[in-house]
């Protein structure tokens, strides 16, 4: 048997992404072993669901460290303490450096809660509504030095319906995101998902600008 995947989980809040993978790893769907969870918020509550299943934990508050790049280089130690093959980026509420993204390149996923490259950044549900969209989502990505920029892995299409608000459109993207993550980082724990020089390849073949998309 090969040894799993060794995952590092970034959070900043709730860690429902994070509960979602460690879900689907206990159900045996993910070949993969989260090694660690590290938050910069001490009051983040995917803490807790970590320590509960006995995953070790680490806080770093940004605030206590004189600019992002010093902060990225505490974190890239803290990181590489548990020699991860994936670093996965779930609620992580930070931009991160250039030199912080060039040392995990091609080993670095993010969620992002649109059908990107719509909607990069903040209050994305509000935006598509407010934009008349018939439809939203989701998106797994690898991360690049581009802000929610890199090559698409997965999207995740949900249907906008007339009375939506912010709040129940994103109730349904979230229950989306907690499974088109697992899936993408099944997909690498398997060695089939890697980033290319011309963008990410599923089974070494390169998959469409959009990413694999899946229709709810």
């Given at each position: 048997?090969?040894?799993?995947?060794?995952?590092?989980?970034?959070?900043?809040?709730?860690?429902?992404?994070?509960?979602?993978?460690?879900?689907?790893?206990?159900?045996?769907?993910?070949?993969?072993?989260?090694?660690?969870?590290?938050?910069?918020?001490?009051?983040?509550?995917?803490?807790?669901?970590?320590?509960?299943?006995?995953?070790?934990?680490?806080?770093?508050?940004?605030?206590?460290?004189?600019?992002?790049?010093?902060?990225?280089?505490?974190?890239?130690?803290?990181?590489?303490?548990?020699e991860p093959?994936?670093?996965?980026?779930?609620?992580?509420?930070?931009?991160?450096?250039?030199?912080?993204?060039?040392?995990?390149?091609?080993?670095?996923?993010?969620?992002?809660?649109?059908?990107?490259?719509?909607?990069?950044?903040?209050?994305?549900?509000?935006?598509?509504?407010e934009?008349?969209?018939?439809e939203?989502?989701?998106s797994?990505?690898?991360?690049?030095?581009?802000?929610?920029?890199?090559?698409?892995?997965?999207?995740?299409?949900?249907?906008?319906?007339?009375?939506?608000?912010?709040?129940?459109?994103?109730?349904?993207?979230?229950?989306?995101?907690?499974?088109?993550?697992?899936?993408?980082?099944?997909?690498?724990?398997e060695g089939?998902?890697?980033l290319?020089?011309?963008g990410?390849?599923?089974?070494?073949?390169?998959?469409?600008?959009?990413?694999?998309?899946?229709?709810?």
């Amino acid at each position: 048997m090969p040894s799993p995947c060794n995952v590092v989980v970034l959070i900043s809040g709730s860690g429902s992404n994070l509960q979602a993978l460690l879900d689907s790893i206990q159900a045996g769907d993910t070949p993969a072993r989260v090694c660690a969870v590290i938050s910069n918020r001490a009051d983040a509550y995917g803490l807790e669901r970590a320590k509960t299943v006995g995953i070790a934990t680490r806080m770093l508050d940004h605030k206590a460290f004189d600019g992002r790049e010093a902060f990225d280089a505490a974190l890239v130690e803290a990181i590489d303490a548990f020699e991860p093959h994936l670093v996965v980026l779930a609620g992580f509420m930070r931009i991160l450096s250039p030199g912080f993204v060039r040392h995990y390149a091609g080993r670095l996923l993010n969620i992002h809660p649109s059908l990107l490259p719509k909607y990069k950044g903040l209050h994305t549900h509000q935006r598509a509504l407010e934009a008349g969209d018939s439809e939203h989502g989701c998106s797994v990505h690898f991360v690049t030095e581009e802000l929610d920029g890199g090559p698409l892995v997965v999207q995740a299409v949900v249907p906008v319906q007339s009375h939506d608000s912010p709040t129940s459109l994103a109730q349904r993207v979230h229950e989306q995101e907690h499974q088109i993550y697992p899936l993408a980082v099944c997909w690498f724990a398997e060695g089939r998902l890697r980033l290319g020089e011309q963008g990410a390849l599923l089974d070494d073949q390169p998959l469409p600008s959009t990413g694999h998309l899946i229709r709810t």
